[in-house]
């Protein structure tokens, strides 16, 4: 790590913390040769492969207006979807990839909504499943049926 005032590139760390939701450290750092102190904020890096090849960060930001729309009209609050794009990052975490394909972040979607909100839901799934007859909507509906009565 450089320095940022001398740029110096060693430098010791002082401290180090968790910071935020536990996916960072803070670490406090002091230059060997200047003596000044920074801090530096370290997190695993989470990527998305697009179908088009195109790789770029995960976005919590994403997650959540991909499924604001499924939620449109239903009673589902702002914080309820920043907990649910929570849930998905930390799904997608767990896999102990690096490197996640789109697929599998609309995945690791649908369980978290499923419980959030069924309409919602099927409308998310509607989409990310491709539906393609209204046989689809049925065997949809009757899996949470299916699972309701088994809650």
Do not use: W
Request: with cysteine; net charge positive.
């Amino acid at each position: 790590m450089h320095c940022p005032f001398c740029r110096h590139t060693d430098s010791r760390v002082v401290d180090s913390r968790t910071a935020e939701d536990g996916s960072s450290i803070r670490r406090r750092r002091e230059c060997p040769n200047c003596g000044r102190r920074f801090t530096t904020l370290e997190s695993c890096s989470l990527s998305v492969r697009k179908r088009s090849g195109v790789i770029e960060p995960f976005s919590r930001d994403k997650v959540i207006f991909g499924v604001r729309r499924a939620c449109q009209g239903r009673p589902v609050t702002d914080d309820q979807l920043s907990l649910l794009a929570q849930k998905v990052e930390e799904n997608i975490r767990n896999s102990g990839q690096a490197i996640v394909n789109s697929h599998q972040v609309g995945l690791a979607i649908l369980d978290p909504l499923r419980e959030l909100d069924e309409v919602a839901y099927l409308r998310f799934a509607s989409v990310y499943s491709s539906f393609n007859s209204i046989d689809d909507f049925a065997k949809a509906i009757e899996e949470l049926r299916k699972r309701k009565q088994t809650d």
